[in-house]
């Protein structure tokens, strides 16, 4: 069964903090994503890796830094979370050939994180 | 700016019935439109892609329409169950990304 795996279901930390959400899927794909999921605005996408080392700024990148040192890991970094990054974060990985929706994406379970 | 619209209002609905959920879309020209579900507290759950030049696709008791003239996309579920109870989001493909909506909620009610 196919799966992407984020690190924690629930985190909370305080503002300040540097805060490390992990992702690991075990499909061999190339392209991962990062959104984050508030009640009233959906998902939106803050970045996204279609190969190693490579990252490109999503919708609203800013508070936000991602690291992709292995295909199969993709960490989202806040430097210093604060408490309007309260919210829903949301993994995502699909197959290679990836030009915006022609395969579908596999979501994690997500980590819903608090900033107090 | 670029808009992708679904229903806030939940849509509840007998046990049986067909349920028909509308993305509308302003400002794209998406090559692609996929439809997922989502459970509370669960990351979303592919269900179907369309290509542009498709006008319909269906599996098993789900159906997708897209119409690139009216920027439109409808998703069925025929003969609706309760698990069939969730959120359903569209999701716009293109230009190396994919959009999605803020989905719309389905109650089956038994």
Redesign the interface.
């Known amino acids: 069964d196919v799966k ?1 795996t984020q690190s924690s279901r629930y985190l909370v930390k305080r503002t300040g903090e540097k805060v490390f959400l992990e992702c690991v899927q075990d499909m061999d794909h190339e392209n991962m ?1 990062w ?1 984050r999921q508030d009640p ?4 939106r ?1 803050i970045y ?1 890796s ?1 190969d190693v080392k490579m990252k ?1 700024k ?2 609203i990148p800013e508070g936000y830094s991602v690291s992709r040192e292995k295909k199969e890991r993709f960490s989202l970094i806040l430097e210093s979370a604060s408490t309007n990054q309260t919210s829903m974060y ?1 993994c ?1 990985s699909s197959s290679s050939g ?13 980590t ?1 994180l608090t900033v107090v | 700016s670029q808009k992708i619209e679904q229903n806030s209002e939940a849509l509840n609905i007998q046990e049986g019935k067909t349920a028909t959920l509308t993305c509308n879309y302003t400002n794209y020209s998406p090559a692609y439109l996929q439809w997922y579900r989502q459970d509370p507290g669960r990351g979303p759950v592919f269900l179907l892609l369309i290509r542009e030049n498709e006008k319909e696709k269906r599996k098993e008791r789900l159906k997708v329409t897209f119409d690139t003239t009216l920027k439109q996309s409808l998703f069925h579920i025929t003969a609706s169950q309760p698990a069939d109870s969730a959120t359903y989001l569209c999701a716009l493909g293109g230009n190396n990304r994919l959009a999605f909506g803020k989905g719309n909620q389905v109650v089956v009610i038994p």
């Open positions: 992407v994503f959104y009233g605005l959906g998902l996408l996204f279609y490109e999503g919708d949301l995502a990836w030009t915006g929706g022609n395969t579908e994406a596999f979501f994690g379970q997500g819903r």
